[in-house]
């Protein structure tokens, strides 16, 4: 017996126990580099997902604005200047207002810089400033700098604090000014028409999007300067509104030398893995300049659009490297001493009986199916939850960024039809002021089983944002898309549901409908068209389906 044992360790188990522990050093060193590896690629994919967010907001605001210079209301106020040209264009400023509802204000400030009109979005609705209080804005960079442009190009401010009576107004409000100059019937210049956005969504949704699964917030927003727009500190933010000298550069030199010099990277130093991307969010026909609101900032000067620059730096830092690096290695060796038993515990059975080494495999082998079936099990429930909205099941946002381009080049190439509803539940905020968002999402969720149920099999619903619900129909004209959704309306509305014993009133929405190839030929124009015919929707009463008019046709 011993001298069986003996053989077994001398012959097998110890040259197998060296081979075995070299190959899990091996394992180990491999396990460390890929982890490296993705975690490289999440901060790459967390800066990008913060660009592409940064860069929407812009491109929605010069979108409003453009359709401020072309309201017909402007245009009397331009030609005319009288008072009921300006109420005229004051009532279609605060509908504006209060449909987008992230505008601090909407303007038109003449040639001489006197704000002529002004609706203000306060405590969640639009205010009219009366005339007696408004205010000269002519040495305002940003009114300087829309007047220098030519006609239908767009000035975009720095991003900053908004500054009232040359003072930075509190609480802060953080503010990107877009502006217009306009001119009358006769080609005369009549000063400019400008958008004060609510920063603060801007950078909620930087901040989702760039949002790590360890639920850190590491990633900065800086301007050109670098200094702080966002930052994992909020003290850091906004220092140049408040004369401070720190920034980013003066905490981080070295770091700030090669992130300034560069478009995107990623490098290690002393203080970690840094990350960085540039965003460029100025498009064609839009222009800036330097300058700030507050009264002693000095003359300002023009910026073009390759000037124009964020940068979004992400700072992993050397601790949780070192943390992630070392995160599996007592599980590393747990399992080399756990092996290296087994192999001694292997010999010793091999000394005793050679079915009891067989039966040791068979057993190895069943817990390695096991092993690879609940693998398979975990990648399938990420893949789910990678393209679900947790709440009601249905798809995503990103699903639908990569499913519905794909469903519009398959109804062209095909040339069959293709509908693409927007959906938004009606006093949904009221609603869940009133019963709170335990209701809502239950009304939330009743909605999802609904659509579910009243769906065909073909048809991509996904949760588009909040309350709003995007779904795309291949196959579907319009009148199918009409019947079908307001079948599933009218299931809505005689829907029950309780919460905490309460019995909930009826829940009713109102949806849009855009087509393929009558309202566009992408992802972007049918969005467009289909919120375009839920405004109309809820304009005209709600709960109700509203088709998209064509486009060129009037509403």
Not at 63 to 76: E, F, G, K, T, W
Not at 144 to 171: C, K, W, Y
Not at 370 to 391: G, H
Not at 392 to 418: K, S, V
């Amino acid at each position: 017996m011993r001298s069986r044992l003996a053989r077994y360790l001398l012959t097998l188990i110890l040259p197998s126990g060296l081979l075995s522990l070299m190959f899990l050093t091996s394992l180990h060193h491999e396990e460390q580099a890929l982890l490296r590896r993705h975690l490289e690629a999440a901060e790459e994919l967390r800066l990008l997902a913060g660009a592409r967010s940064l860069a929407g907001d812009v491109g929605m605001i010069a979108s409003d604005v453009r359709l401020i210079a072309s309201l017909p209301s402007l245009a009397a106020a331009l030609d005319n200047g009288d008072e009921p040209s300006l109420a005229a264009l004051s009532a279609d400023l605060a509908a504006l207002s209060a449909s987008r509802r992230v505008y601090d204000q909407l303007r038109w400030i003449d040639e001489r810089g006197m704000e002529r009109v002004r609706v203000d979005y306060v405590q969640n609705q639009p205010f009219i400033v009366p005339g007696e209080r408004l205010q000269n804005k002519a040495q305002r960079y940003y009114f300087t700098g829309t007047m220098h442009l030519a006609p239908g190009e767009i000035f975009v401010s720095p991003f900053d604090l908004n500054v009232e009576q040359d003072r930075v107004e509190t609480p802060i409000k953080p503010t990107l000014r877009l502006g217009m100059p306009v001119q009358d019937a006769a080609g005369q210049a009549r000063g400019i028409v400008i958008a004060n956005y609510f920063g603060r969504y801007l950078l909620d949704r930087f901040s989702e999007a760039t949002e790590a699964g360890d639920s850190v917030d590491r990633v900065n927003l800086l301007n050109r300067d670098g200094y702080w727009l966002k930052a994992p500190q909020s003290a850091d933010e906004w220092g140049f509104m408040f004369g401070r000298k720190e920034h980013f550069g003066t905490r981080y030199p070295d770091a700030w030398t090669r992130i300034a010099g560069g478009e995107r990277g990623q490098f290690e130093d002393a203080h970690g893995l840094w990350s960085f991307r540039t965003v460029r969010p100025l498009g064609a026909g839009m222009a800036s300049a330097t300058g700030s609101p507050l009264p002693a900032s000095g003359a300002s000067a023009p910026l073009g659009g390759d000037d124009y620059a964020w940068k979004l730096v992400s700072r992993v830092p050397a601790h949780t490297l070192k943390h992630t690096a070392n995160r599996n290695l007592v599980g590393w060796a747990l399992i080399t001493l756990l092996f290296m038993g087994a192999l001694l515990a292997g010999a010793f059975v091999l000394a005793r009986a050679q079915r009891r080494r067989d039966a040791l495999a068979e057993n190895l082998r069943a817990l390695n199916r096991r092993l690879e079936e609940k693998v398979r099990l975990r990648t399938e429930e990420l893949q789910q939850q990678a393209i679900r909205d947790p709440l009601t099941g249905l798809f995503n946002r990103r699903y639908l960024d990569e499913t519905l381009p794909r469903e519009i080049h398959r109804a062209l190439r095909d040339e069959e039809g293709l509908a693409v509803v927007m959906i938004d539940l009606d006093h949904f905020k009221a609603f869940n002021d009133q019963w709170g968002h335990e209701a809502g999402d239950s009304v939330l969720l009743g909605v999802a089983e609904a659509l579910l149920d009243g769906l065909r099999a073909s048809d991509i619903a996904c949760r588009y944002g909040g309350e709003e619900i995007l779904i795309v129909m291949p196959g579907a004209d319009a009148d199918e898309a009409v019947r079908r959704i307001s079948a599933i309306s009218a299931q809505v509305s005689n829907m029950g549901a309780r919460v905490m014993g309460r019995n909930l009133p009826p829940v009713t929405f109102s949806a849009g409908v855009a087509t393929v190839p009558e309202h566009g030929d992408n992802a972007e124009m049918l969005i467009r068209a289909a919120d375009r015919a839920l405004y109309m929707a809820k304009e005209t009463g709600r709960d109700r389906v509203v088709v998209a008019h064509p486009p060129g046709s009037a509403d």
